[in-house]
């Protein structure tokens, strides 16, 4: 079976990250990815999607289409990069491909996962493309959901089991059967399923993750510094303007009336959280500067430059510039 034939020049993107973590998987598999890899997919935060092409491409002519779901094991080799412990920090699965969707709306992906039912140990999904665009490839599909089991893998779960329609794909892909899929070039709906959630182990400790350690402005009242620290625990999911009250041990209208005493919002203090948490990847982490926001829980780059150069006065990319430290 032929690989899918490349696709014309196109101006959309794909994730560097994904594709550095199915470089990884491909050497893992003993493939060699170096002839295919995008130039500098280190340094950016996105990459062609025909850049992206060309490798799955390679892995299907050196593995065959049974590799392509088991790249996806490549990720645990980048346990320290913001995006992974971003989406590594997931409290279940709702919560993992809830922080994956929003991952495909800040790099603007032309696919994008549809939940179409979950339950406590199984999962339906459809990998379509946004209005107006052609379906993704049965090999773009493959990969993705190979990830996705990878992410699922990093925070706990165990059995993990995944098909494309009724062919299996992972962790024992029948790869003649995902050769036939292909010839039909029709989108087919994920199942995935894995052990109860009280059998998941505990996920990898992220310790050793640099992480940021945020510090609230210390004008701040006690009240509204705690508030920045419950916020500040995990920006890709902050939690609701109720929520954060009930964590606080209030009602929504008692913090917004103690915040506002002391100039703040609720939306003021998470602003800042946001911009401390992207100066801190900014200046200790070679992170590209998209991913920076991504991790920092902006909802798309140009919302990350807007924000932070109206608090900081410098774009993100003129700040790391101007105060990273050199080593």
């Known amino acids: 079976m032929k690989p899918p034939a490349r696709q014309a020049p196109t101006t959309d993107f794909a994730s560097a990250a994904m594709v550095r973590v199915l470089a990884q998987g491909m050497r893992e598999l003993g493939l060699n990815p170096d002839a295919t890899m995008p130039l500098a997919a280190d340094q950016r935060a996105t990459v062609s999607i025909d850049e992206k092409r060309l ?18 094991r490549g990720l645990h080799g980048y346990a ?4 992974h412990i971003a989406l590594a920090s997931a409290r279940d699965a709702r919560d993992l491909f809830n922080r994956w969707a929003r991952l495909e709306q800040y790099i603007h992906s032309r696919h994008r996962i549809d939940l ?25 599909s493959l990969v993705v959901l190979g990830v996705l089991v990878a992410f699922l893998e990093a925070v706990g779960a165990t059995q993990v089991t995944t098909w494309v329609g009724d062919v299996p794909v992972y962790p024992a892909p029948d790869p003649h059967a995902l050769a036939r899929l292909a010839q039909q070039d029709s989108p087919a709906e ?18 050793a993750a640099p992480a940021p350690h945020l510090e609230p402005p210390q004008t701040w009242p ?32 008692s913090l917004q009336r103690n915040l506002s005493r002391a100039g703040l919002s609720y939306t003021h203090v998470l ?34 430059t807007r924000d932070f150069r109206t608090r900081v ?8 510039t101007e105060f990273a430290a050199v080593d």
């Open 55 to 72: 490798l799955v491409r390679s892995a299907i002519e050196q593995g065959g289409w049974g590799c392509l779901a088991l790249l996806g």
């Open 313 to 320: 006065g410098l774009t993100p990319l003129r700040f790391r």
């Open 116 to 140: 179409l039912g979950l339950t406590e140990c199984s999962a339906r999904i459809a990998h379509r493309a946004r209005t107006g665009l052609p379906p993704p490839l049965l090999a773009e």
């Open 190 to 207: 994920w199942r995935m399923a894995w052990a109860p959630a009280n059998a998941w182990r505990e996920p990898p400790l992220m310790g």
């Open 222 to 253: 006690a009240h509204a510094q705690q508030c920045f620290s419950t916020l500040s625990k995990d920006l890709m999911a902050p939690l609701t303007l109720p929520a954060l009250a009930e964590a606080q041990g209030e009602a929504p209208r």
């Open 80 to 83: 320290q990069e913001p995006t």
């Open 271 to 304: 602003s800042e959280a946001r911009c401390r948490s992207a100066s801190w990847w900014l200046l200790k982490s070679p992170a590209p500067i998209a991913e920076v926001g991504f991790v920092s829980g902006y909802a798309d780059q140009p919302h990350f």
